[in-house]
């Protein structure tokens, strides 16, 4: 399997890891662990300031890099006030731009997120924002000069895949950064499948999290994505509607 | 304006629809995916009595698809209880005749330590009405004094008005709790029969002047015990209805005051059982998988180990329902006697031994 590059840094693996919705902050960290991911975004509104029991304990680990996130901001000049705080409180310049002012479906701001990456470039952060499989809005985001797009498969949370399939193959075709899908990805056969689509990593966490066993599940998408990734190196066999015969009946024509 | 909606139901059509559901629209709303106020009726209805523990299983996985394992903590201070209302089941109401008192610098800040000592970081500060003494600049002037111990502040006093909830928020306010009671417009006034408190109307479009403000959270609920819960719980859901779609932008939340049988006051007019409060609260998650509910320490502590897992996403500890209460010095009287004295660790502790993070910081 190929590494995964974003920003000049380079991923062994391609399964990125959010940290909310755990039912304890150790099986947080073995779930991670056991994923074998290498990217793990934490809410920056999770961050305690000074408790013994801060959630950031139990992801710095050095093979991770921490991936700091703006969930709860609902505009632009919210999320690079965010981000600057997330910046100090964590020491590192990657961000992971989330603006959904929408509390129900948690749908990303297209407008938003697009006016908050071009500042948040200009600040120097390493931006990867989460963003509607919206084809021209993922251009116009790495025009802005994001690290990356992570557009999403279905709402977050709601465990059904990849309900915006068509236009995440549009995204995948055109654009010249990794593309991360995000959010809705449910199973580890959802994350095969994205990969095998020629995704470049997926971010799993509430199919992990609510889990009955989060280790386990994190070892099985783990297994999906290499599966799906292998798969897309090996070339995918084209799909067609009627039977191709092994031994065609032009053969003698040789 | 909810007003112009309210005014189009009739409180007792709107109880003949919840008292006439069947089994048979319980079980069609326990298999919808997106339930409107029809299926909401049959929810609340004696008729899904029987159906408890599949809202129960229903609720649990609901809840814990969206809010996964945690569950957050939160503290009420009191900063008053002076009140010019008269609120026929309130301890603050004006005419108690008990020690009035607003809490000075001094002692917000006594406050403070203590429950930061707690492992706080949500607060939600309460007051009686008393608009002359503790309104508006009072308020701003309490959150300058507290924001910097705390990521997230709540309030629960008086309805303010659009200007004045947006200067809140750009102080550091998170959410306002505004409960309306009771949505039995003609009853109200019987419970409120003295001061601002008594203009229905008024209490009833403060949610649309929070949307309004932009403030990021509003919590909704009525008193349980005075009116038909069922009616009262119908009503709330249509307002956050209407409300969730209005102001898009803004989470809600609801929160279960149950009257409860107590020595030396009278009976509430409707007593409602442990079984109908968790049908309440799962007729809520499956009506809005995203709505906050939130428990009390009014509730015992039985009840609230094992409600934690059937839709609850947040609950106190340790709370002190009168001004000046966790500092201890000024003895003032409580606004309702709390029900789990247990102490936030030991609670918290409970919570994870429910499987379940206690979240002390969920916000900037």
Redesign the interface.
């Known amino acids: 399997m190929s590494e995964l590059i974003i920003a000049d840094k380079t991923f062994s693996s391609r399964l990125f890891l959010g940290t909310g919705k755990f039912a304890s902050y150790q099986l947080m960290e073995d779930a991670i662990l056991a994923s074998g991911t290498e990217m793990v975004t934490v809410a920056l509104r999770r961050v305690e300031k000074n408790h013994d029991e801060n959630i950031v304990n139990y992801i710095r680990h050095p093979h991770i890099q921490l991936l700091p996130n703006t969930s709860g901001v609902r505009n632009a000049k919210e999320a690079v006030l965010a981000a600057q705080l997330a910046r100090e409180a964590l020491e590192t310049d990657w961000l992971k731009l989330e603006i959904h002012p929408d509390p129900r479906y948690l749908l990303p701001d297209p407008i938003e997120t697009l006016k908050a990456a071009e500042e948040l470039v200009k600040l120097g952060f390493i931006v990867l924002p989460y963003i509607s499989a919206d084809p021209v809005v993922c251009k116009r985001l790495e025009e802005a000069g994001v690290a990356a797009v992570m557009p999403l498969g279905s709402p977050i949370g709601s465990n059904n895949g990849l309900q915006t399939r068509a236009m995440l193959e549009i995204i995948i075709e055109q654009i010249n950064i990794p593309v991360v899908i995000d959010a809705g990805i449910g199973t580890p056969s959802q994350a095969a499948e994205a990969m095998e689509m020629g995704a470049d990593a997926v971010l799993v966490n509430t199919a992990i999290a609510i889990a009955q066993n989060p280790i386990q599940m994190a070892e099985a998408f783990k297994l999906g994505v290499e599966a799906g990734r292998l798969c897309y190196e090996s070339g995918v066999g084209e799909r067609s509607l009627t039977a191709q015969a092994s031994s065609p009946l032009t053969a003698f024509l040789r | 304006m909810f007003q112009e909606i309210f005014k189009q139901y009739n409180w007792d059509s709107v109880k003949d629809l919840i008292y006439n559901k069947s089994s048979i629209d319980v079980g069609r709303a326990l298999q919808k995916k997106s339930l409107d106020m029809d299926d909401f009726a049959a929810l609340v209805s004696p008729a899904a009595a029987e159906y408890l523990e599949h809202l129960a299983s229903k609720s649990h996985r609901l809840t814990?698809?969206?809010?996964?394992?945690?569950m957050q903590m939160y503290i009420p201070m009191y900063l008053s209880n002076e009140c010019q209302n008269i609120c026929t089941y309130c301890g603050f109401s004006l005419d108690n005749k008990i020690l009035r008192t607003t809490l000075t610098d001094k002692q917000i800040i006594e406050e403070v330590e203590v429950i930061k000592s707690l492992?706080y970081?949500h607060i939600l500060l309460v007051s009686g009405e008393a608009n002359r003494t503790v309104g508006i600049d009072y308020f701003i002037h309490a959150i300058r004094l507290i924001k910097p111990y705390f990521?997230n502040i709540s309030m629960e006093v008086q309805p303010l008005d659009e200007d004045e909830y947006k200067l809140l928020k750009e102080e550091g306010l998170y959410a306002v709790l505004v409960y309306q009671e009771t949505y039995h417009k003609e009853n109200y006034k019987d419970y409120h029969p003295k001061g601002k408190k008594s203009n229905f109307d008024y209490r009833l479009n403060t949610p649309d002047c929070l949307g309004k403000a932009g403030v990021?959270k509003i919590g909704l609920g009525t008193l349980i015990g005075l009116e038909d819960w069922r009616t009262d719980a119908w009503f709330c859901a249509l307002h956050l209805n209407y409300l969730?779609k209005t102001y898009?932008?803004?989470?809600y939340s609801v929160s279960f005051p149950r009257l409860r049988p107590a020595a030396g006051y009278p009976d509430p007019k409707h007593i409602m059982s442990d079984k109908e409060l968790v049908q309440l609260i799962c007729a809520y998650r499956l009506f809005d998988e995203?709505l906050e509910l939130s428990l009390s320490t009014r509730e015992n502590p039985d009840f609230r180990d094992n409600v934690i897992r059937l839709g609850i996403t947040s609950i106190s500890a340790g709370s002190k329902t009168d001004p000046g209460g966790y500092a201890g010095t000024l003895h003032a009287l409580e606004q309702f006697e709390i029900s789990d004295e247990r102490t936030p660790r030991e609670i918290a502790e409970m919570i994870?031994s429910n499987?379940?993070?206690p979240?002390?910081?969920?916000?900037?």
């Open positions: 814990q698809k969206r809010f996964g394992n945690t492992g970081d990521s990021h969730r898009w932008q803004t989470k995203n994870q499987g379940y993070e979240v002390w910081k969920d916000w900037f």
